[in-house]
Structure formats: structure tokens, C-alpha cells
């Protein structure tokens, strides 16, 4: 293992790089944090005090300049995520980028092979995938415990935005307000989509419905008053995967529930796992599994060896996936180890929201366009 320390620097520097990126580099022993750059100079500076970064930048070209950093985190708004990738990207720099990449699928695929051509890496924002839960199943899977898989079921449902009160994170600029604006299935299904298509495969063909429940909300940067606002705070959808097995999903800004509200069931001919990715007093996390011949499920406590150093189950969902997701994406590029939840990734989950969102408003099965890389 390198000795060498990664120069990052980081885009961004709000709520969610406080709770559970900075934390990630904070704890790394791998990782110099060379700058954080905000366009709020003031936010900048207060997350570089906190965390121990050496510089801070408002404009990011100004920073993509500084020849100590070697990974760029983006972790700014989500229409902005593509051009400042890209531009990381066109400097030589790895790139770290929030979710989703893309508001549609085919910029999200020139980005993968914009780094490609570079040679440098990229990783996505899944938090989830980082969740010592998921990995279990995804063990599980690889090495034929679960047996041949039938049926995937995943969903991200909570009630962060039941409350018409609380403000909705983010309309796309220029969405059309007058149909339905697709949301849950974008900032949530994204999520859901890649954890089951690492679990289960490629998906072949889907069919969904989509709807408004809360008509009316408060929208962050739009003032404190309610707004008649038709954004899709629910969709239900079914998968067909190209191997045949099954897949149900769910996002829903409105199912009540803590956060983060992620639930995966795998269901195969030897056994069953479900991961209940939802925190609850302390816990951030349960997994169950259950076998043919013994059909209850019981509880399973994951070793340490599942977490990054410093945390446990107890550690708060943001922090405890955040740690394990920097740990990955350092050690991947320090040691030269294979790529995991690329930009490429990100395209992928992003064609299949595509694909949700086209059964929904057409109401019929949309076969997946299957783009390779
Ligand atoms: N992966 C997850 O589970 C998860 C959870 C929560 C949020 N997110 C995502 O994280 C991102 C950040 O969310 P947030 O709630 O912290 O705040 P946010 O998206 O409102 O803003 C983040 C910061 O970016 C700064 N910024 C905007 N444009 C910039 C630019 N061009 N250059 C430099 N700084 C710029 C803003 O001033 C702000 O301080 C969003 O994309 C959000 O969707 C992901």
C-alpha cells in the first residue's frame, strides 16, 4: 500500500458536504485537503477552518489550476454538476460527483468517455452503496449464497418532504410547470436504480406510474409562501431484467419513515437477504437474512472488517456510507485498484430513469436502451 497522501479539493461547500463529505476526508490518513472552493466565500472559509483545508477558492477554474490537487469533489447543486465534472475532467483531475450527473442520459455517457480519454477516474455519489449491508448482499450474490436471484425489490421512501412547509430541494431550472414535474424518481430512484442494478444486472424492459400528492409547496430560493407545484413525490415501478429476474421499485418523498429510507429485498433460490437501510433509534442499519430450508428471517451483525476504520452501526448514515465511499474511491486510485460506481454507472442509472419516467407519461413498457460504454 502507497505512502502517498491524495490532494483533494473540494466544489461546494454546504449542508451535504458538511454531514458527509468533509467527514470522509477529515477521518482519511490517505487524503491532504488541499482547498475547498464555494461561491459563498464565507461558507468556504468556515468549512476549511473545520475540516483543515489549506486553501479556499471561489471560482472553481481558479482551483482546477492548483497542481497539489489530484481529486476534485463536485458537490454543488445537480445542474451544475455536469459542466464542473467536465471541466475537472478537461484539467487531468479524478472526479468525485454528487448524484445524479445528469439531467438526461447521453451527457452523462460523453462524460464517462471524456475520462476515459483522459485516463482519469470517476465515481459517482451512491451513498447506499457503501452501506456494509449492501456489500453483504452483494457478497451474497457473487459467491451463489442466495442462489439464482428471482426477484429484486427496491425502495427509497421517507417523509422528508411531507410537510408542504418544508422546502422542496431543488425544481431544474426551466422545468415546464404546467405537467407533472418528474422528482422523487431523479433524486431517489437514481439511488435505487444503481443499488439494484449492481445487485441484479442490466434491467431489459420497465413500466411505472407517477404522481402528485402534496399539490402545493414551499421551493427552496423561491421564497417562504406556498406555490401550486405539480412535482412527482411518488412513483411505483416494475422491472424486467435482461435476466429474468423481477424487479419492483419505489421513490417516495412522502411515505412516512426516517431517513434515508432505503430498503432492498433479494430473493433467490437458496435464500433471502433484506437490508433495511433506514436509521432508527442509533442504528443506521439492519440486515435479515433467511434460507429455503429455514424460512425465518433473522438478524445479522456484520465484523468490523465491514466498516471504515472509526465507525460502526452506530455512526450516522450520512457519515458511516460517506467514510466508506472516500475510503474506496482513495484506495482505488492510491493502489491502482479496479474502478467501482463510475461516471459510466451514473449514465446507466440515468437512462433507466429515463426509461421510468417515458412508461410513466406514455403508460406503457419502455425496453431500456442498453447503451455499453
Ligand atoms: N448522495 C446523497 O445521498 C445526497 C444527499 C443530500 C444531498 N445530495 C446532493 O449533494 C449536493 C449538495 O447539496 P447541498 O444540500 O449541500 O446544497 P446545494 O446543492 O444547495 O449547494 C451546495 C453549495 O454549492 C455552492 N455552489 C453552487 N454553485 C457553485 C459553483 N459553480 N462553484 C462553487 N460553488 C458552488 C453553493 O454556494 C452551496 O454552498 C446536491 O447535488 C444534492 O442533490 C446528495
Redesign the pocket.
Known amino acids: 500500500m502507497s505512502e502517498r497522501k491524495l490532494g483533494v479539493g473540494l466544489?461546494?461547500?454546504?449542508?451535504?458536504?458538511?454531514?458527509?463529505h468533509l467527514p470522509g476526508y477529515a477521518a482519511n490518513p490517505r487524503v491532504n485537503l488541499v482547498a475547498i472552493?464555494?461561491?459563498?466565500r464565507d461558507?468556504a472559509e468556515a468549512m476549511a477552518q473545520r475540516f483543515g483545508a489549506k486553501r479556499i477558492y471561489?471560482?472553481?477554474r481558479e482551483m482546477l489550476k492548483d497542481p497539489e490537487i489530484e481529486m476534485v469533489d463536485v458537490?454543488?447543486?445537480?445542474h451544475?454538476?455536469l459542466p464542473?465534472s467536465m471541466d475537472a475532467i478537461a484539467a487531468g483531475k479524478h472526479v468525485l460527483c454528487?448524484?445524479p450527473l445528469a439531467t438526461e442520459a447521453e451527457p452523462a455517457f460523453e462524460a464517462a468517455r471524456a475520462a476515459a480519454r483522459k485516463t482519469v477516474r470517476t465515481k459517482l455519489?451512491?451513498?447506499?452503496r457503501y452501506s456494509p449491508a449492501i456489500r453483504q448482499i452483494k457478497t451474497w450474490i457473487a459467491d451463489g449464497t442466495l442462489g439464482e436471484i428471482f426477484h429484486i425489490h427496491g425502495f427509497e421512501q421517507n417523509s422528508q418532504f411531507l410537510d408542504p412547509d418544508f422546502p422542496l430541494?431543488?425544481v431544474p431550472p426551466g422545468a415546464d410547470r404546467n405537467t407533472l414535474i418528474p422528482s422523487s424518481i431523479i433524486?431517489y430512484g437514481s439511488?435505487l436504480v444503481d443499488l439494484m442494478r449492481w445487485l441484479g444486472g442490466e434491467f431489459g424492459s420497465v413500466a411505472s406510474t407517477m404522481r402528485n400528492f402534496v399539490p402545493e409547496r414551499v421551493v427552496?430560493g423561491e421564497g417562504e409562501h406556498r406555490q401550486k407545484i405539480m412535482v412527482e413525490d411518488g412513483t411505483a415501478a416494475v422491472v424486467e431484467y435482461t435476466s429474468g429476474t423481477q424487479g419492483l421499485l419505489q421513490a417516495s418523498y412522502i411515505a412516512v419513515g426516517n431517513y434515508?429510507g432505503v430498503e432492498i429485498r433479494v430473493y433467490g433460490s437458496k435464500g433471502a437477504a433484506i437490508a433495511r437501510l433506514i436509521e432508527e433509534y442509533g442504528v443506521a442499519e439492519t440486515l435479515w437474512t433467511a434460507e429455503a430450508a429455514a424460512v425465518e428471517f433473522r438478524k445479522v451483525d456484520l465484523p468490523a472488517s465491514h466498516y471504515a476504520p472509526g465507525t460502526t452501526v452506530n455512526t450516522p448514515w450520512?457519515e458511516l456510507y460517506y467514510r466508506n465511499l472516500v475510503r474506496h474511491f482513495v484506495d482505488e486510485i492510491l493502489d491502482e485498484r479496479p474502478e467501482e460506481c463510475t461516471f459510466f454507472d451514473g449514465a446507466k442509472s440515468q437512462e433507466i430513469v429515463d426509461a421510468v419516467i417515458k412508461a410513466g407519461f406514455e403508460r406503457r413498457w419502455i425496453d431500456v436502451p442498453g447503451t455499453a460504454p
Open positions: 466544489i461546494g461547500s454546504f449542508r451535504w458536504a458538511e454531514k458527509a472552493c464555494d461561491i459563498e461558507r471561489t471560482d472553481h458537490c454543488t447543486p445537480t451544475t454538476h464542473l454528487e448524484k455519489g451512491f451513498t447506499f430541494r431543488q433524486g439511488h427552496r434515508p450520512a
